[in-house]
């Protein structure tokens, strides 16, 4: 059922949040949580279309924002709330609101959310492009316990990961850590069967890919160990290989979504290991809203380099 509001209020959209559960016959409220979209008019089929997907396994209620404040100052004092309020079809059993805030009002999106949130469950503000320098501080995202932004979405990659190791608070999250879920579980497991000690690591991937820095972070802070960045075709993360004493363990997945794993001693073995689709990586974000603690060591590690003549990728 679909219900557009136009130059509304909070307490019209809950009205018709209720009317519309009515209409479909189910007026219990069965969401877990409440997932809020902050994005642009370019951005928000997308961001919508991969949430949508993700509440299929958490029930949401999902408020999609649109800030929309205008360039002149007729339109920045033209202040309205439009809404389009969706409950069952292709939402299943969950929420669509899409809200879109013209003129001032674009400037406290919180005081229109705040009303729509769900009583006594968890909120996550989710960033699809352009995130707030500081998530945590920003007035949507001081309402979350879960704040998720994309470094892969911006021009400048590694910058925006400086700028969210200087802001981090605990419950800041990256898809571009998200990304790298299977990597570091398979690599963890190949660490457990492995004898000697990794003396150093090689990332390779396509240029400036945030997960592959991540990634190489990651490796200093577990292993103390210097790691060298290798530039590929991509996509993501195509290679790693951690050297110790005994030889090499490696991990290569140059295209498609199979992946091989050697390990000194062992026979090679095949992996499925494809690139997730971000609806993949909004629902892994949903099932923990707690602070994750090995991102943010990650986030704030330095990358040493190798030294000159060692650890070249053979």
């Known amino acids: 059922m679909k219900t557009d509001l136009t130059n509304t209020t909070s307490s019209k959209i809950n009205a018709a949040l209720v009317e519309a559960r009515r209409a479909i016959g189910s007026p219990a409220v069965g969401m877990v ?15 919508l279309k991969a949430a949508g997907d993700a509440s299929r396994e958490h029930p949401s209620r999902i408020l999609v924002v649109i800030k929309r404040p205008g360039r002149s100052p007729r339109e920045r004092g033209d202040s309205r709330l439009d ?58 995202g001081a309402l979350a316990q879960r704040r998720i932004t994309d470094a892969y979405a911006v021009e400048r990659p590694l910058r925006e990961l400086a700028a969210r190791a200087a802001s981090y608070a605990p419950g800041d999250t990256d898809l571009a850590w998200t990304r790298l879920t299977p990597w570091r579980s398979m690599l963890a497991a190949a660490l457990d069967q492995a004898r000697g000690e990794v003396t150093s690591a090689v990332v390779e991937s396509e240029a400036d890919n945030p997960s592959a820095e991540l990634l190489a972070r990651w490796f200093a802070d577990r292993l103390r160990v210097p790691v060298e960045q290798v530039v ?21 997945r140059p295209d498609g979504p199979v992946a091989t794993l050697s390990i000194p001693g062992q026979p090679t073995r ?45």
Do not use: C, K, M
């Open 33 to 47: 949580l409440t997932l809020v979209i902050v994005t642009d008019e370019a951005n928000h089929y997308d961001a």
């Open 83 to 140: 809404a389009e309020v969706r409950v069952g079809g292709a939402e299943g059993s969950g929420e669509t609101v899409l809200l879109r805030l013209r003129g001032e009002l674009a400037q406290h999106a919180e005081a229109v959310v705040l009303p729509l949130l769900l009583p006594d469950a968890p909120v996550v503000v989710w960033w699809p492009v352009d995130a707030p320098d500081h998530p945590a501080r920003d007035p949507l």
């Open 232 to 252: 590929t075709a991509g996509p993501v993360v195509t290679a790693v290989r951690l050297r110790t004493a005994a030889g090499d363990i490696h991990i290569d």
């Open 270 to 314: 095949t992996l499925a290991l494809r690139v997730r689709s971000t609806a993949e990586l909004i629902a892994e974000e949903l099932r923990r809203l707690d602070p994750d603690e090995a991102y943010a060591a990650a986030l704030r590690a330095r990358v040493t380099a190798p030294a000159a003549g060692h650890g070249q990728p053979g």
